[in-house]
């Protein structure tokens, strides 16, 4: 069975600052993977997701993810945060397939300083 | 915005008594799921739905039912609420293209006190 994990559950960054949120996943087979986002009060927001090819995704809010599979991670990545990132992000691992349901992180709560 | 309605979106209840709670969709799509969200556990799957009158279950699906009728409504039942089931319910469903079923968007959630 798939797990995922988010090492940090708190991270705090100042405006304008670069930011990378970990993802750690462990599946047997190609895993697809997945980055949501979720304000407060709000469902969660799908902000970019890798299914194969360029391991180099690019998502929205100018947010981007690399997938490693030598570390078996899928880090997300912003050059320069803004205020209104604030919020917290889950990593998803799952598989197509009937079967095969997305398993979510824990999730990270990004905290920016002005 | 994906078309995810769900409702009510505050609800309070007591011990035992039945509550269900209903996910509509304007999208006509295939898949729809339902998530509990508590503080440190993330976002569990309880049930899915693959089609009208496809259900399979989820992680935590017990003391929970659902039923799906016609494509557009997706209904979560507690038929006897207990106080663990406090929780933020989300409804999702699958995405537009080949990866049609996976969920990618989010009702605005369903927030559930049992006393």
């Known amino acids: 069975a798939q797990s995922v994990t988010q090492p940090d559950i708190h991270i705090t960054v100042s405006e304008g600052a670069s930011l990378e949120l970990r993802c750690n996943y462990s599946?047997?087979?190609?895993?697809?993977l997945f980055w949501y986002v979720q304000s407060p009060g709000q469902g969660l927001q799908l902000l970019l997701k890798?299914?194969?090819?360029?391991?180099l995704v690019q998502g929205i809010k100018g947010f981007e993810a690399e997938f490693k599979r030598s570390q078996s991670s899928f880090n997300l990545r912003k050059p320069s945060v803004h205020w209104s990132d604030a919020a917290e992000y889950f990593c998803?691992?799952?598989?197509?397939?009937?079967?095969?349901?997305?398993?979510f992180g824990k999730g990270t709560r990004l905290h920016i300083l002005p | 915005d994906a078309g995810i309605t769900q409702s009510p979106r505050h609800k309070v209840t007591e011990t035992g008594t039945p509550v269900t709670l209903r996910c509509h969709q304007t999208?006509?799509?295939?898949?729809m799921y339902w998530y509990r969200q508590d503080p440190g556990h993330g976002l569990r799957l309880i049930h899915y739905?693959?089609?009208?009158?496809?259900?399979d279950k989820g992680e935590v699906s017990d003391g929970y039912s659902v039923s799906r009728s016609k494509t557009e409504d997706f209904l979560l039942t507690l038929e006897s609420a207990t106080s663990s089931q406090t929780s933020v319910y989300f409804c999702?469903?699958?995405?537009?293209?080949?990866?049609?079923?996976?969920?990618?968007?989010f009702g605005d959630g369903t927030r559930l006190s049992i006393l």
């Open positions: 599946y047997g087979a190609t895993p697809y």
């Open positions: 999702a469903i699958g995405g537009r293209t080949g990866d049609s079923n996976q969920p990618q968007h």
């Open positions: 998803a691992v799952g598989a197509l397939g009937r079967d095969d349901k997305i398993i």
């Open positions: 890798y299914f194969s090819g360029d391991t």
């Open positions: 999208e006509n799509h295939r898949y």
């Open positions: 739905s693959y089609g009208v009158k496809d259900t």
